[in-house]
């Protein structure tokens, strides 16, 4: 059920402004403001500027949203292909104008070539858990030109264990879901990483990790190259 891209849709195509929310094993409910997929630059935070900056090349958007980057990477001369499993997410791309965007699964990606893979607003979480990351690391080995980079941010969420982090699983493997219009998704997980595990795993996999900005919520970016 795609619920996140009828939110998505309907804000951009009908003006509805429902509210769409993000339940968790951790806690009450909260809003996510629909409006936030559709931010222009002024509105963006430091870090999605900085990583947008960053670009070069060829450039993956992976779960693109509403197309807010890629319209940012367009209006600056790069050259962007925009996917996202949601296709109301990507109907509402196209009506924005994002160029190439296509309803695909990153995992699903063969015979492309790109220079930077991007992920912004924790789109690492998509990799659902640290099996996940490691195929996804192996997956944008074959994907990237010489010289290639991946993107994203993330950040640590130890803070939401109180009594202390359990041990069996990785805490940042976190289930989530969506509701919007008294619809909701399957509960998935989404992934939390730390700049330490990050680091471990990518390097123990042949990468580079540089941590290029921490926030005041120590939400980071880090770029990653291949060794």
Known sequence: MDVLGRAIADYYFEESRHKLWVHDTHGPKVEMPVKIYFRD?????????????????????????????????????VSVKAIDISEGAVQAMKGRGVLEASVQDFFTIKKEKFDTLLLLMNGI????????????LDIAKGLLCKGGQILFDSSDVAYLYEDGI???DYYGEIKCQYEYRRQKTEWFSWLYIDQ??????AKSKGWNVEILFVDESDQYLARLTLA
């Not at 002024?42 to 949203?65: S, W």
């Not at 979480?125 to 996804?136: M, S």
């Not at 330490?196 to 795993?201: A, G």
């Open 166 to 168: 359990p041990e069996l």
């Open 196 to 201: 330490k595990s990050v680091t471990n795993i």
């Open 41 to 77: 630059g002024e509105q963006m935070p430091d870090l999605e500027l900085l990583a947008l900056q960053m670009c070069k090349g060829r450039t993956l958007d992976i779960g693109a949203g509403a197309g807010s980057h890629a319209l940012w990477l367009q209006e600056h001369h």
């Open 125 to 136: 979480g998509l990799v659902q858990n640290i099996q996940g990351l490691h195929r996804f």
